[in-house]
């Protein structure tokens, strides 16, 4: 509608003004040297706007021949890159479909058509490929790449961490993850990461400081933070207790505040404490830990709290541990039967545990019968039995989480840093190999029982050797006995002792490369 009036209104000007000039009498005098030409006005104006209408006629063709090749070279490109889309959509549908060769053709199709392209589809075509090719060396090529792209900066990091990581490199891994956090400090799987890192590496400190760093940013649920943050703090305390016990003493009652059924800790402080001559505050620990969680080296440990006590006074600790606690179970009572073989009370020591014995018997139950009635009876056939069916017994008490259990207690899956909280039960289900670099400093001094097969080892092992070991301990007899408590230094010549008890005194001897930062 506008544009009607401004229409009208120009043609309306026109006529006025043609109107106008028609109204002048007179001619327009042109002087060109010696000669003079005289026209009318109107022929004047007519002129005059012809030479301009002609001159941006030529002016627009003469733009238009200029700026053809440009227009054709766009829409070489524009057909270039249709192809290019098709292709490297063609090439994401058989990457996704797993099929290699297809979309490597397609990608020859790209490069063929834009040689040495940094276009993001282009590079994440060309990384789907690699990676499914198994390719690392052209798949860190690529994601060094994409790190020189702004928007695709953060991909090459988790690229490159993620190849570094399957490499089994920590150090790199650290490296590049620390290299994302200062590009972008706030990105939860840099975060994730560096923990799981810092735990592999067994670097507490750091580890301890980036699950902070994750609540902060409220990237973890408190009560998930608190149970973490026990099992990091559990783990330091168990690397600093030899070398620094007043240390370890302090990271292990922090870990028991952030979570009271921490067993290790306890065990930890308890131990700590008595050596400090703090009995009452060692044994206060053990009743409140006991009251929640049950495990065995607890009552075993109070009862040697108290050095220079007789094997009797040291079944009555466990009696009154039971009898205080209102809590038995089977780690109370295994306890109390570990007690009475010390005492030589073998009597009340078959008593306690055969209870236990039903079509689910465990094999350290077994294993308790046959050492105790070899004590009671020289010859006697009876450990032979107990030994045999131990063979066929389920999986002992051990440590545990999800789809794996360990002889000793684990702040994370070793392989993976994942952060997991082994729960000390009966399980039956795959082993975490004690061979393992890691695993070994935490091996020193198992969780009892000090050595036990995996499910694995036990079938091929056991049923060649049980036998054996029966007729040795039928023979042997009394040599098969706990040993006496060196008073003087508060130690069983034999396990069972209370720095043979439940963690290791010394976790391992790690390098500095392998607990500092990088």
């Known amino acids: 509608m506008i544009k009607i009036f401004v229409i009208l209104f120009a043609l309306i000007a026109m006529m006025y003004s043609f109107n106008w000039v028609t109204s002048f009498s007179g001619e327009v005098l042109f002087i060109l040297g010696d000669y003079e030409v005289k026209i009318s006005p109107l ?32 829409i070489k490109e524009a057909r270039s890159n249709e192809k290019v889309q098709n292709a490297i959509i063609n090439g994401l549908v058989h990457a996704s479909a797993g099929n290699a060769n297809a979309a490597e053709i397609e990608i020859k199709k790209i490069d063929k058509i834009k040689k040495n392209t940094s276009d993001v589809m282009v590079l994440l075509l060309k990384a789907q490929n690699a990676s499914l090719k198994k390719d690392n060396l052209a798949l860190s090529k690529i994601f060094q790449q994409m790190g020189e792209i702004e928007i695709t900066k953060m991909l090459s990091y988790r690229g490159l961490y993620t190849i570094s990581k399957n490499s089994k490199n920590p150090k790199k891994s650290i490296e590049l993850l620390k290299e994302a956090e200062t590009y972008n400090s ?26 902070d760093k994750k609540l902060g940013s409220k990237l973890i649920p408190r009560k998930t933070y608190n149970l973490h943050k026990s099992i990091i703090l559990t783990a330091h305390a168990l690397l600093l207790e030899e070398p620094n016990p007043s240390e370890s003493l302090n990271l292990a009652l922090e870990a028991i505040k952030f979570n009271k059924n921490q067993i290790i800790a306890a065990i930890i ?76 009370n073998f009597d009340k020591a078959k008593q306690v545990i055969e209870k236990y014995l039903n079509e689910n018997t465990s094999r350290r139950i077994y ?137 290791p005194d010394d976790p391992g001897v790690i390098e500095d490369e392998d607990i500092h930062e990088p």
Request: charge should be neutral.
């Open 43 to 74: 022929f004047f104006i007519i002129t005059s706007i012809t030479i301009i209408i002609l001159s941006v006629l030529l002016w627009i063709l003469l733009s238009y021949i200029y700026k053809l090749p440009r227009k054709i070279q766009g």
């Open 186 to 211: 706030s990105e939860p799987w840099v975060i994730d990461e560096l923990l799981k890192c810092y735990l592999i590496t067994q670097n507490w400190k750091s580890a301890s400081e980036i699950l």
């Open 269 to 344: 402080a308890a131990r700590i404490l008595s050596e400090q001559g703090e009995k009452t505050k060692a044994e206060k620990i053990i009743y409140d830990v006991w009251k929640s969680v049950q495990h065995e080296d607890l009552a075993y440990l109070l009862s040697y709290i108290n050095p220079g006590i007789s094997p009797k006074q040291r079944v009555e600790k466990i009696e009154g541990l039971i009898k205080k606690t209102k809590i038995s179970g089977i780690e109370g009572d295994v306890s109390l039967c570990r007690a009475h073989m010390d005492a030589k």
């Open 367 to 503: 294993e308790l019968l046959a050492e105790i009635d070899s004590n009671l009876s020289k010859g006697n056939a009876k450990p032979r039995e107990w030994m045999r069916k131990a063979i066929n017994a389920r999986y002992d008490t051990n440590w545990g989480v999800d789809d794996f259990t360990s002889d000793v207690w684990l702040p994370c899956i070793p392989d993976t840093g994942e952060i997991k909280s082994f729960e000390w039960g009966d399980h039956r289900i795959k082993s975490l190999a004690l061979d393992d670099n890691y695993l070994s400093n935490f091996s020193k001094g198992k969780m009892l029982p000090s050595k036990r097969l995996s499910e694995q080892q036990h079938d091929n092992d056991v049923e060649n050797q049980v036998i054996e070991v029966a007729e040795i301990i039928v023979e042997k007899g009394s040599k098969t006995k706990p040993e006496n408590i060196d008073k003087k230094n508060n130690k069983k010549k034999k396990s069972r002792t209370p720095e043979e008890i439940a963690v």
